[in-house]
């Protein structure tokens, strides 16, 4: 039962232009979600968060928006750059459990120059 | 400073073998994570550390898994009698305390492959 869903395995965009990239949950419990970035044969980055209690923070040119009625988000992109080529995980904690992070199956985003 | 470091970054055994995966956290971290991440899918939490104690171990799949942490710092994830199943990459974090707000640093894993 995937709790953290990332629907599209993959995002091609132009560069400049915005990217997007969107994540459901349901377990209703989870107050904390956070965006990993991740290139081949290393480790997740950490990219940015965001608590439930809020529903836009952003970071330069990364922004994540919280729609807790929906159960969903999405991270931002603007403008993309050919070096945001990478896989982003959305992940979320909560719940009593609050240091276990739940990912979802991530998005491989590509920026075409 | 240094950053999370994993030893092998790749094994290959045999079904049936027995496995050490290891974990140097960021000095002074005292929480410590390792995570599962198979292929297409997202990293799967396995075991949190806080200092040398398993806090959680309920992501373990089953008892052939096994994790310590003996002095606060370096960990080991131990896997007996492998199965070809257990083939995945085998993530480690650490963090400077436990919580959500507390950024997970994550080492480049080690990528295991059992024939």
């Known amino acids: 039962d995937q709790q953290v869903k990332q629907n599209s395995p993959s995002l091609s965009v132009q560069e400049g232009r915005i990217s997007i990239l969107n994540c459901d949950y349901t377990?209703?419990?989870?107050?904390?979600f956070l965006w990993y970035k991740k290139y081949p044969a290393e480790g997740p980055t950490f990219l940015i968060s965001?608590?439930?209690?809020?529903d836009k923070n952003e970071d330069g040119r990364f922004t994540v928006f919280l729609n807790k009625s929906a159960k969903h988000l999405s991270l931002h992109i603007v403008p993309s750059q050919p070096g945001d080529s990478a896989v982003y995980f959305c992940a979320a904690s909560g719940g009593g459990s609050n240091y276990k992070l739940t990912f979802g199956k991530g998005t491989l985003l590509t920026v075409n120059p | 400073g240094a950053g999370v470091s994993q030893t092998p970054s790749n094994k290959v055994t045999e079904k049936g073998k027995y496995v050490e995966l290891r974990c140097d956290p960021i000095?002074?971290?005292?929480?410590l994570y390792w995570y599962r991440q198979s292929l297409g899918q997202g990293p799967e939490f396995l075991i949190y550390?806080?200092?040398?104690?398993?806090?959680?171990d309920s992501g373990l799949p089953n008892d052939r898994f096994f994790a310590v942490r003996p002095e606060g710092s370096v960990s080991t994830l131990k896997i007996q009698r492998t199965e070809r199943g257990d083939s995945a990459v085998y993530l480690c974090?650490?963090?400077?305390?436990?919580?959500?707000?507390?950024?997970?640093?994550f080492g480049p894993g080690t990528r295991l492959t059992v024939l």
């Open positions: 974090a650490s963090s400077s305390r436990g919580g959500p707000y507390n950024e997970q640093f």
């Open positions: 550390f806080q200092g040398t104690g398993a806090a959680d």
């Open positions: 965001i608590s439930s209690i809020k």
């Open positions: 000095s002074g971290h005292t929480a």
């Open positions: 377990n209703s419990m989870f107050d904390y």
